[in-house]
T-cell receptor, first 116, second 113 residues
Framework: DTGVSQNPRHKITKRGQNVTFRCDPI?????LYWYRQTLGQGPEFLTY????????KSRLLSDRFSAERPKGSFSTLEIQRTEQGDSAMYLC??????????????FGEGSWLTVV | SQQGEEDPQALSIQEGENATMNCSYK?????LQWYRQNSGRGLVHLILIRSNEREKHSGRLRVTLDTSKKSSSLLITASRAADTASYFC?????????????FGKGTMLLVSP
C-alpha cells in the first residue's frame, strides 16, 4: 500500500476547458475527501464520500465542481468551464473512520491546477 | 470557513532550539490533529489528540489541548533543518453535521542550520 495516489500531479489548462482529477485512496479506507488549497492558506474542505455515497457536497465551490466515487473505490473531481480563480492545489484524502483511529485523515500529494 | 487559527504565522529559529506553535479554535471538537506540509507537497499527519486528553507525545513532538480555552499547542524539541515546513492544526468538530477536518492557515517554520 503506497498511500493516497493522485493524478495528474500538475495540469495546465486554458480558461473554459474542463479538467478531471483522479484519486485512489488507501485501499481499506471507507471515507474519501476532496480539499482545495491556495497559496498561504490551509486546505479548504470541498466534499466527502463514505463508501460510494457522497455525504456532503454543499461546500463545493460552484455547480461547475462535481465529484464521483463509483463503486466506493477511486474518486474523480471534475471542474467544468475552468476559470483563473480555480487555480489551486486539489488535495484528496482518505480515512478509516473508527474509534481506534479517531478519523485520522491521510492526504495524497495533491494535483496542481493552473488555469491560463 | 477556517476553524483553527495558528499563531505565529511564521517562526524562524536555529537548529537545536525548540519551536512552539499555538492553535485556537471556536467550536466543540471530537479531536484536534496537527499536520505538516513541505512546500508544494501533500500534508503529513503528525499527531491526534482527543478532546478528553490534555497532553500527548510522539518522538520530539509534544501536543497539549485545553478545551476550556479552545486552544492547543505543538512543541517540537531540538529542531532540525529538516523540520522546516508549514504546520497546520485541524479540528474534527462535533457539530459540523458531518465528520471532517477544518484547517487553520498554518504556521510556517524555518529552522536554520
Amino acid at each position: 500500500d503506497t498511500g493516497v495516489s493522485q493524478n495528474p500531479r500538475h495540469k495546465i489548462t486554458k480558461r473554459g476547458q474542463n479538467v478531471t482529477f483522479r484519486c485512489d485512496p488507501i485501499s481499506e479506507h471507507n471515507r474519501l475527501y476532496w480539499y482545495r488549497q491556495t497559496l498561504g492558506q490551509g486546505p479548504e474542505f470541498l466534499t466527502y464520500f463514505q463508501n460510494e455515497a457522497q455525504l456532503e457536497k454543499s461546500r463545493l465551490l460552484s455547480d461547475r465542481f462535481s465529484a464521483e466515487r463509483p463503486k466506493g473505490s477511486f474518486s474523480t473531481l471534475e471542474i467544468q468551464r475552468t476559470e483563473q480563480g480555480d487555480s489551486a492545489m486539489y488535495l484528496c484524502a482518505s480515512s478509516l473512520a473508527d474509534r481506534a483511529s479517531g478519523n485520522t485523515i491521510y492526504f495524497g500529494e495533491g494535483s496542481w491546477l493552473t488555469v491560463v | 470557513s477556517q476553524q483553527g487559527e495558528e499563531d505565529p504565522q511564521a517562526l524562524s529559529i536555529q537548529e537545536g532550539e525548540n519551536a512552539t506553535m499555538n492553535c485556537s479554535y471556536k467550536t466543540s471538537i471530537n479531536n484536534l490533529q496537527w499536520y505538516r506540509q513541505n512546500s508544494g507537497r501533500g500534508l503529513v499527519h503528525l499527531i491526534l489528540i482527543r478532546s478528553n486528553e490534555r497532553e500527548k507525545h510522539s518522538g520530539r513532538l509534544r501536543v497539549t489541548l485545553d478545551t476550556s480555552k479552545k486552544s492547543s499547542s505543538l512543541l517540537i524539541t531540538a529542531s532540525r533543518a529538516a523540520d522546516t515546513a508549514s504546520y497546520f492544526c485541524a479540528t474534527d468538530a462535533t457539530d459540523s453535521g458531518y465528520s471532517t477536518l477544518t484547517f487553520g492557515k498554518g504556521t510556517m517554520l524555518l529552522v536554520s542550520p
